[in-house]
């Protein structure tokens, strides 16, 4: 599995979130996947202006995970895909993240923590 690039939007929300929730680059990595694979309607590829920042699939799924990552994928989009087109669409599920977190951020007031918004919105 090769790396891909950020959109030069999805970086900067990135950077944005990962001041926001003082939280590492790989972490907020994940938790943008997870929020686009399990919030987004639909996942798709859109084509955007990439920006240098490049992060290896396996910051998403390490070599035990891609499977299940894979299966997670072929569910939400209803048909079978490649491993060319899975990195593609890991890609369009953590920018999709980022996007529904910068909306989310961007709904709380300057006194709310982001990060006490997602515990108690997903720490059931």
Do not use: W
Request: charged share 30%; net charge negative; proline share 2%.
């Amino acid at each position: 599995m090769a790396g891909v690039k950020l959109s030069k939007k999805g970086y900067a929300i990135l950077e944005s979130v990962m001041a926001e929730l003082e939280m590492e680059r790989p972490e907020v990595l994940r938790l943008a996947f997870a929020k686009g694979l399990t919030e987004s309607e639909t996942i798709q590829e859109v084509k955007r202006e990439h920006s240098d920042f490049e992060f290896p699939i396996s910051v998403i799924a390490k070599s035990d995970e891609v499977l299940l990552i894979k299966h997670l994928i072929i569910d939400k989009v209803q048909t079978q895909i490649d491993e060319t087109k899975l990195d593609k669409l890991i890609l369009s599920c953590v920018e999709q993240g980022l996007e529904i977190m910068e909306q989310e951020m961007n709904q709380l007031s300057n006194a709310d923590s982001y990060f006490l918004y997602l515990v108690q919105k997903h720490g059931k």
